[in-house]
């Protein structure tokens, strides 16, 4: 069953025959197909929708997090993974409490805010929260920063050489607000990362909250021993 889906005898998008069919067609037990349909339903290979029946999906997308220090737009172009991601607030707010902590700022210095939608394939993909210290980015938000590397932006735009990133990840569910713009169910799996980057002077230079849709990502590590 597996093999069927992964050869594209039953292609992204199309819609699987009834589980009679298919324990006819492969000679095999219903209740065998059901089981092969829910472990692919679990990998993400296929979606259930009431009412209508079970759709082949896109495969997962791998996100490497530990091989070397890259935003995720950058990850995506560099394997040729077609990405495309708008910006969907951008504002100046004071910084206060842990977030002034996090940027090396003081309570009230101004911060950059910015929120991105990311997205493959025209199906949204990582929704995005940034905090950047302004001193280090004057007008930042006059640029355009529409499927662009913000990273890139930052080194190719301001001179800054990024050196380091701190990351954590942890499972979640999507809320209400999450779940409307990521087009899933509220209460959805999905990856939280929080990530905090670093020039190569020591200075933090952004504080960032990333959502990923837990049905199209899957995270894969590089570890190597120490020398």
């Known amino acids: 069953m597996a093999l069927l889906v ?16 298919i324990s006819e067609q492969l000679g095999v037990s219903r209740g065998t197909v059901r089981q092969a349909i829910n472990a692919l339903v679990a990998e993400g290979r296929l979606k259930r929708t009431r009412g209508r029946g079970t759709f082949v999906t896109e495969p ?7 091989q070397y220090f890259a935003s995720f737009t950058e990850d995506m172009q560099a394997r040729n993974i077609p990405f495309s991601s708008r910006v969907l607030a951008k504002k100046l707010i ?10 090396g700022v003081k309570p009230g210095e101004d911060v950059y805010y910015l929120e991105r939608l990311g997205g493959m394939n025209d199906e949204p993909f990582v929704l995005a929260f940034s905090y950047l210290p302004a001193a280090l980015c ?27 990133d701190s990351r954590t990840l942890e499972a979640a569910q999507a809320d209400e607000y999450e779940a409307e713009l990521l087009d899933i169910p509220q209460g959805s799996p999905s990856h939280f990362m929080q990530s905090l980057a670093y ?29």
């Open 138 to 164: 004057p007008a930042l938000l006059d640029r355009d920063l529409a499927d662009k590397s913000l990273y890139s932006v930052l080194e190719d735009d301001y001179d800054l050489q990024l050196g380091r």
């Open 94 to 103: 004071p910084a206060e409490g842990r977030l002034a902590t996090k940027l």
């Open 6 to 21: 992964r050869n594209d005898t039953f292609p992204v998008g199309s819609q699987l025959p009834p589980e009679t069919v």
């Open 199 to 227: 020039l190569k002077d020591g200075r933090p230079i952004e504080y960032s909250r990333l959502r990923f849709r837990g049905d199209r990502s899957q995270v894969s590590f590089e570890v190597k021993r120490k020398s």
């Open 60 to 66: 997962s997308t791998a996100l490497h997090l530990v």
